[in-house]
């Protein structure tokens, strides 16, 4: 009887913990290509979606977070972020489109919950 009584316990004491809201994980994060980049959309997806899943293009400006610049040729990528209201905020350059991109999550992830 008393292994029954854990285990119930511990089931309701990790339902507790879980309804208090731990953490979900990184929050979806929406990006809106810039008409000027000279990489291709499906490229840089290709990419967000092995380092950063939670981060997706969008093609509504009014739904997005924010707008990448992706230019660049293979061995020098430029990547530029903006914020939704038109300003810089982050810029990378680096030989490798997935550095270029893995750079591009590490900034927006690292942005604080709105």
């Known amino acids: 009887m008393k292994p029954i009584l854990m285990c119930a ?3 309701a004491i990790l339902s507790l913990g879980l309804a208090a809201g731990t953490p979900a994980g990184p929050r979806p994060i ?3 290509m810039k008409p000027t980049s ?3 959309p499906e490229e840089v997806l ?3 979606s092995s380092h950063c899943p939670n981060v997706g293009i969008t093609r509504d400006w009014k ?3 924010y707008e990448l610049e992706a ?3 293979s061995g020098a990528y ?3 972020v903006y914020a939704h209201g038109g300003d810089a905020v982050y810029s990378t350059s680096t030989a490798r489109l997935g550095n270029a991109v ?3 999550c590490h900034f927006l992830n690292g942005q604080p919950k709105d």
């Open 9 to 11: 316990a511990v089931v």
């Open 102 to 104: 893995k750079d591009v």
């Open 78 to 80: 430029r990547f530029v």
């Open 63 to 65: 739904r997005s977070d």
């Open 46 to 48: 290709r990419h967000l």
């Open 71 to 73: 230019g660049g040729i």
């Open 38 to 40: 000279t990489v291709p």
């Open 30 to 32: 929406k990006l809106l």
